[in-house]
């Protein structure tokens, strides 16, 4: 008897005491769409925890945050605004946070997943890395992205502003909150290189001196012609719009320009006669 005793004494001291729960005071959980599925454990969110001031808006103190959808934490009981970012999508949510109760935050995005497909042409097979779109609704969201990239947009018509060096392009899309969907956006471009000889059939135009300018073929009220781009040195790679302009030339004293046509998608050489 006296060894079971024992042997139990021994059983209760080695047991481990249980391991308390971490306690917990706010849970948040955020959506695309009103009731659809949780974007679970994801950091494409982004919370903070925010003191409200006197009016109960948002204040400069941050008491707590993480790149988590669903964020658990304990925080000092209190009045706040939970912030929650998707993207550049942003959601101010008030709260208060008691003790010996879980507050749980849930935002609504109200957003899609957009990608946008910048092209040079119609008919072009692939994005065009070098293009920059910039994505608006309204004032209150704005994103920018370079060459094809899926970011998270309100739902709701949004403007589309792409371009290539000087080319530009304007387009709308309209999205559903919840959806997924690709656009494709068209901006009318090719590239060009420049090149000259000193006379027809002569020997090439080496030198970097030499300063190359696309003008528009169309004069200004004061006789002068827009210049949409430029360089220095030949063959270089010169980004440009759709249509018809002309290649402006310049070496030392001597200034010789020629007609040329840009097709979207395409390369164009230009060369130039300096007649010198």
């Not at 293009?131 to 990239?149: E, N």
Request: no cysteine.
């Amino acid at each position: 008897i006296v060894s079971t005793l024992l042997a139990g004494s021994a059983l209760a001291q080695s047991a481990s005491p249980p391991v308390p729960k971490p306690q917990i005071n706010v849970k948040t959980d955020a959506v695309l769409v009103k009731g659809g599925p949780s974007l679970g454990d994801s950091d494409r969110v982004r919370w903070d925890f925010y003191k409200a001031d006197s009016a109960g808006g948002q204040s400069d103190e941050n008491v707590g945050g993480a790149y988590d959808a669903t964020f658990e934490e304990k925080i000092p009981p209190g009045k706040y605004v939970a912030v929650a970012s998707l993207g550049n999508i942003t959601r101010q949510i008030p709260v208060e946070i008691k003790d010996g109760a879980v507050a749980e935050v849930t935002a609504d995005f109200n957003a899609a997943q957009l990608t946008v497909v910048p092209k040079r042409s119609a008919d072009s097979k692939e994005a065009e890395p070098q293009a920059r779109v910039d994505v608006k609704q309204g004032a209150t969201f704005s994103d920018s992205i370079y060459g094809s990239k899926q970011i998270f947009v309100p739902a709701g018509e949004l403007a589309l502003e792409g371009r290539i060096g000087p080319a530009r392009a304007q387009g709308t899309v309209t999205v559903k909150a919840g959806e997924t969907i690709s656009h494709d956006l068209i901006i009318p471009s090719g590239v060009v290189y420049a090149n000259a000889v000193y006379k027809e059939g002569g020997k090439a135009v080496e030198t970097d001196n030499i300063r190359f300018e696309t003008v528009s073929t169309e004069e200004t009220l004061d006789g002068t012609r827009e210049t949409l781009t430029g360089t220095y040195g030949v063959n270089k790679l010169m980004q440009m719009p759709a249509g018809s302009f002309i290649m402006r030339a310049r070496l030392g004293k001597v200034m010789v320009e020629t007609p040329f046509t840009v097709t979207a998608g395409q390369r164009v050489n230009v060369t130039v006669n300096l007649n010198a």
